[in-house]
C-alpha cells in the first residue's frame, strides 16, 4: 500500500541557510500536517492544510512557511537556520472529516541536522 | 486546551512479562485517543485508536487498550512482551480543527526496554 513519502530523508545545512522538506500524501488524502520532534521530545504540530489552504498552525516559527500545491503534496521552508531546528520533520496526510475518525499515517521523517 | 500526560519516561520488563503503559489525557469533549510506536530513527506507527463504543480496543502486534473516562485514562497493555517491542510508545489526543482535519497533541512518551 502507498505511504507518506519524504524527502528527503536527511538533510545536513549550515546555520543561516534554508531547506526545504517535501511531503507526498497518500493517494486520496488531501489533509496534510507538518509535526516537528525534537531529539529526545514528543512531536510537536507546526501546520496542517487542508484542500490546499492552511487549516491550522502551531508552534511554528516565523522563518518556517509551508504551501499544499494543487496535487496536494506539500513542502515545509525553513529559512535562517538555527542550531535548534535540528529535529526530525514529520509530515502525515488524512481523509478529510469532521472527526478523527481515520487517524493520521505518517510518512518517515526528515531528519535535518544544522552545524 | 487538551493535554496527554504519560507519567512513566521510562519502563524496564522482561521478555514474556506483562506490558502496561500509562497515559492520562485532558479534553474537554469526547476524547479521540491514539497509541503509536516509533523505534529509533523511524516514523510513528499507529497501534490503535479509540473513538467511541467498546472501551477495550484491540490493535495491531497484539497491543489493546482500554479506555476509562472515570479516571481520564487510556493505557496500554500487552500480555507477553517480545524483544521486538523494544521501542519509543507515544499517548496522543486527537482534535478537530474548524478548517479541517485534526491535530495530534502528543504525550512525551515512554521508552520501553525489554531484558532477554
Known amino acids: 500500500a502507498a505511504g507518506v513519502i519524504q524527502s528527503p530523508r536527511h538533510l545536513i545545512k549550515e546555520k543561516r541557510e534554508t531547506a526545504t522538506l517535501k511531503c507526498y500524501p497518500i493517494p486520496r488524502h488531501d489533509t496534510v500536517y507538518w509535526y516537528q520532534q525534537g531529539p529526545g521530545q514528543d512531536p510537536q504540530f507546526l501546520i496542517s492544510f487542508y484542500e490546499k489552504m492552511q487549516s491550522d498552525k502551531g508552534s511554528i516559527p516565523d522563518r518556517f512557511s509551508a504551501q499544499q500545491f494543487s496535487d496536494y503534496h506539500s513542502e515545509l521552508n525553513m529559512s535562517s537556520l538555527e542550531l535548534g531546528d535540528s529535529a526530525l520533520y514529520f509530515c502525515?496526510?488524512?481523509?478529510?472529516?469532521?472527526?478523527?475518525?481515520?487517524?493520521?499515517?505518517f510518512g518517515s521523517g526528515t531528519r535535518l541536522t544544522v552545524v | 486546551a487538551q493535554s496527554v500526560t504519560q507519567p512513566d519516561i521510562h519502563i524496564t520488563v522482561s521478555e514474556g512479562a506483562s506490558l502496561e503503559l500509562r497515559c492520562n489525557y485532558s479534553?474537554?469533549?469526547?476524547?479521540?485517543l491514539f497509541w503509536y510506536v516509533q523505534s529509533p530513527g523511524q516514523g510513528l506507527q499507529l497501534l490503535l485508536k479509540?473513538?467511541?463504543?467498546?472501551?477495550l480496543v484491540q490493535g495491531i502486534k497484539g497491543f489493546e487498550a482500554e479506555f476509562k473516562r472515570s479516571q481520564s485514562s487510556f493505557n496500554l497493555r500487552k500480555p507477553s512482551v517480545h524483544w521486538s517491542d523494544a521501542a519509543e510508545y507515544f499517548c496522543a489526543v486527537g482534535h478537530i480543527l474548524t478548517g479541517g482535519g485534526n491535530k495530534l497533541t502528543f504525550g512525551t512518551g515512554t521508552q520501553l526496554k525489554v531484558e532477554l
Open positions: 502525515a496526510s488524512s481523509l478529510p472529516s469532521k472527526r478523527p475518525n481515520y487517524g493520521y499515517t
Open positions: 479509540y473513538f467511541s463504543g467498546d472501551t
Open positions: 479534553y474537554g469533549a469526547t476524547p479521540y
